[in-house]
């Protein structure tokens, strides 16, 4: 019992709750996740499981579901279907016997206020148990299910990337590695794998950067050496690629937009020669406050401002930046395998909407840069339209620019830019171009 007298939520009843805060509220995935704070840490860590989890295989999962319910629940009871998927996804992907998977799901549903289903519940997973192969070849014919996708992407991605679609898919259900960014004005990256080595921290090098690493396994960063003194970062593989294709020099300014969390705006800083000046700006302050945090803990220094960047007649003072790096909103299709709930969330209607967006931030950021300067357009995104397609467009309606080819060994070139898929290289998907003004 708990201080005040109740019985204290199980790691089952709280991701109940988390998971039924992403779908019915539209709440990320990130943020629901707060709700598991008050767990005992191994119940904190299997709350967390089970919500990725079934977070994860949710369309597969609730399409199991369906052909189980002879009706399905109503909508006010979105808990019990969510209990249901939990004791699903145990069976199917987790080490959880299959007894206990059961008995501890109508357990959980005894201990709600419905504990009517908990007869239905049981049936439904023993008769799982019973046709297991059947129902999960039945719904496995229709790709969208099998890779627990919404249909609206998968036929899209199919027009773009056809018959690497189904290995797209199955990244996307991948866990991803834990990748990290050596600060090299602290330390060189051989000089910090020796020290990893030493406490048993396995770790390969970055074939495309000289700062990249990627853990053999995830560790809290309190286990990583010296990193709240600046010595590391957390950064995907395919993030760390931003800051050497702005090719920074001495003397010149640099526009980071959109910049919060701060970790490409921090990258360029370590790897910049002297007297460049950066400015970063986002337009959400808590997550600016974030960035300021980096730059702090690695020891930089840069104007972060948080200011809408579609105004720049509120903040721009008048000198042109020689390089700017433009992070746009997007889809996030690319990191769908570190945030499993955009499958649920994104919407196909967002896409146009995501698309004016970005076309807009071009269009406000191009006469902020100096002639002969370079802009680097980056996106998470592995939608064509949000890409080379935006790039295309942008081309087409400035004669003063002008795109430079990337002379790079990763990812996959496209009409415009370079795109890298998820997985790719063990990387998450990213979009990049680089422009010029002539």
Request: aromatic fraction near 6%; charge should be neutral.
């Amino acid at each position: 019992m708990s201080s005040t007298g109740k019985t204290p939520a199980s790691a089952r009843q709280t991701a109940v709750t988390i998971i039924c805060t992403v779908v019915q509220q539209g709440k990320s995935l990130t943020e629901a996740l707060k709700l598991s704070d008050s767990l005992e840490p191994r119940e904190r860590a299997f709350c967390r499981e089970l919500c990725y989890g079934t977070i994860r295989w949710y369309l597969r999962l609730e399409a199991i579901l369906d052909v189980l319910l002879k009706k399905s629940f109503k909508a006010k009871d979105v808990d019990i279907t969510v209990l249901a998927l939990l004791g699903l996804y145990q069976i199917i992907y987790l080490d959880t016997p299959d007894h206990a998977a059961v008995s501890e799901t109508v357990n959980t549903c005894k201990q709600g206020k419905k504990s009517w289903a908990k007869g239905v519940l049981n049936g439904v997973l023993r008769n799982f148990l019973r046709n297991r192969e059947s129902l999960e070849n039945s719904v496995d014919k229709d790709l969208h299910k099998k890779y627990a996708h919404p249909q609206w992407l998968v036929e899209q991605l199919s027009k773009t990337w056809g018959k690497q679609t189904s290995d797209i898919l199955s990244a996307n259900n991948q866990y991803p590695p834990m990748s990290i960014r050596v600060n090299s004005t602290v330390n060189s990256r051989d000089d910090y794998l020796s020290k990893l080595t030493g406490l048993s921290i396995a770790a390969s090098a970055n074939p495309f950067n000289e700062v990249g690493l990627t853990l053999d396994n995830a560790v809290n960063v309190d286990q990583l050496p010296d990193f709240w003194q600046g010595a590391s970062s957390v950064q995907d593989t395919a993030a760390q690629l931003a800051a050497d294709l702005l090719k920074v020099e001495k003397g010149q300014r640099v526009l980071d937009v959109c910049a919060a969390p701060g970790g490409k705006a921090a990258h360029i800083l370590e790897i910049a020669p002297e007297e460049v000046s950066l400015v970063a700006i986002d337009i959400d302050e808590r997550r600016n406050q974030r960035t300021q945090e980096n730059v702090e803990r690695l020891q930089l220094k840069a104007d972060i401002l948080t200011v809408d960047a579609l105004d720049p007649d509120e903040w721009f003072d008048g000198n042109p930046f020689q390089r700017i790096l433009l992070d746009a909103p997007c889809s996030a299709t690319g990191v769908i395998r570190r945030h499993p709930d955009i499958k649920l969330l994104r919407k196909p209607s967002d896409i146009p909407t995501l698309v004016k967006l970005q076309s807009k931030l071009l269009a406000a950021m191009w006469p902020l840069l100096d002639k002969n300067g370079v802009l680097l357009y980056a996106t998470c995104s592995i939608l064509e339209a949000e890409n080379s397609r935006q790039i295309a467009a942008f081309l087409s309606n400035h004669s003063d620019a002008k795109e430079l080819k990337m002379d790079v060994n990763w990812g996959q070139p496209c009409d415009y830019g370079q795109q890298i898929l998820p997985g790719e290289n063990n990387m998450d998907g990213f979009y990049y171009a680089c422009l010029t003004k002539t």
